[in-house]
Structures are given as C-alpha cells and as structure tokens.
C-alpha cells in the first residue's frame, strides 16, 4: 500500500467516525455532537477527495464548499433555513454543471424521458406539502427544480455510459434527491425525530457515493 492509498484509508476511517457520531447526535438529539460532527462531513470527503486524484477538481471542490455551508446554516434552520436552501441550491447547480461535462452530446428526448420521473416525484411532495410553504412557495419551488434536474442529467450519463462510477453518481443524486425530499416532509408537513436521523443517514450516503464517483471518474 503506497502513502496515497494510506492517506485515503486513514480519511476514509476518519469519514466513518464523524459520521457515526453526526447520525447518534442526531438520534440523540444532542446538539453539541451535531455542532461538532455534521460540518465535518463534508470537510472529510474534501480530504479524501484531494488526496485520492492528482488533479482535484476545483468544481467539486467547490460543490463541497457550498455543502459545508448549508450544513452549518441549516444548523440553525429558524433563522437560516432559506440561506442553508441558496447554499445547497447552489451545490446542485455544480452538480449539475460537473454531470453536464461528462455527457458528450444529449439527447432532448432521452433527457425529456428521463426528467418525466422527477417532475411527477417532484409534483407529488409540492401537492403534499403546498399548504404549509406560504412565502417559502417560490424558493421551494425553484430548488426542487434544481434538484430534479440534477437527477435527470445524472439519470442521462447513466443510461450513455453504464460505467460504474456513473452508476454511483446516480444513486448519490437518487439519495440527496430523497433526503432533501424528507427535509421537506419533516419541516412542512409531519415533524418527526425518525425523520431527522433519516436526513443525515441519506445525506451522508448520497455525499460519499458522489464523491466517490468523482475519485473514479478522476483517476481513469
């Protein structure tokens, strides 16, 4: 084992153990643990990422960036819950910049087939959730959107290049896409303390199948 593969498994056990403690702070409800650990997540996967490519990709990077911010926003969803929102908004956004540049040439209709799942998906937790938006309507609106998107550009560079790391990029997108679907749930329509331990559990597994995804594509 050369001293990158030992960098990365060291990180990689430091990654399980912040997670660890983020997911029984969160079933805890301990807030000090999740002060702690949740910003750590993301800070971990940078340092897995960076160690594990030669050439580290400054987008990534940067979508790694703006989750860490949201993770410390959403911290304090009372007072920052829009501002933790722009941040994963724009977290999507790269995501989807990043998938975009994978795909070589897309097909308006496959695309258009692939976004009818997420538009329908994406409608039924609007119709579930419409009443109790009030002014969190449009952003609300706007983000899932985004998210939906993402699951489609990912969904595309599956079905042209059945490679595995695209296959990991995809479930990752499918899981961020479900935890952010749980956020919602849990905040406007049915508050539940299950809920929350699901949301960091999905987000833990949706952020390191990306990543992971993004070492392989990094290093072919």
């Excluded at 910049?97 to 496959?110: A, E, M, P, Y």
């Excluded at 109790?132 to 550009?153: D, H, Q, R």
Aim: proline share 2%.
């Amino acid at each position: 084992m050369n001293n990158q593969n030992k960098k990365a498994l060291v990180i990689s056990l430091l990654f399980i153990v912040i997670s660890v403690f983020e997911i029984y702070g969160t079933i805890q409800n301990s807030k000090l643990l999740e002060f702690i650990f949740k910003p750590l997540i993301t800070v971990s996967l940078a340092l897995l990422y960076i160690v594990s490519v030669k050439k580290p990709s400054f987008l990534f990077i940067s979508a790694l960036f703006f989750s860490f911010w949201g993770d410390v926003l959403l911290l304090f969803p009372e007072k920052y819950f829009v501002l933790g929102l722009v941040s994963f908004l724009l977290t999507h956004l790269i995501f989807i910049k990043i998938i975009r540049g994978f795909i070589s040439n897309v097909d308006s209709k496959l695309f258009l087939k692939s976004a009818i799942f997420f538009v329908a998906y994406f409608g039924g937790i609007i119709y579930l959730i419409f009443e109790n938006l009030n002014e969190l309507l449009i952003p609300v609106l706007v983000y899932g959107l985004v998210i939906s998107t993402f699951g489609t550009f990912a969904t595309v560079n599956y079905i042209k290049n059945k490679a595995t790391e695209n296959l990991w990029l995809l479930v990752g997108a499918l899981i961020f896409i479900l935890s952010d679907s749980i956020i919602a749930i849990n905040k406007f329509y049915m508050e539940n303390a299950l809920l929350g331990s699901l949301i960091m559990i999905t987000y833990i597994v949706a952020q390191y199948f990306i990543c992971k995804a993004m070492i392989a594509k990094s290093i072919q």
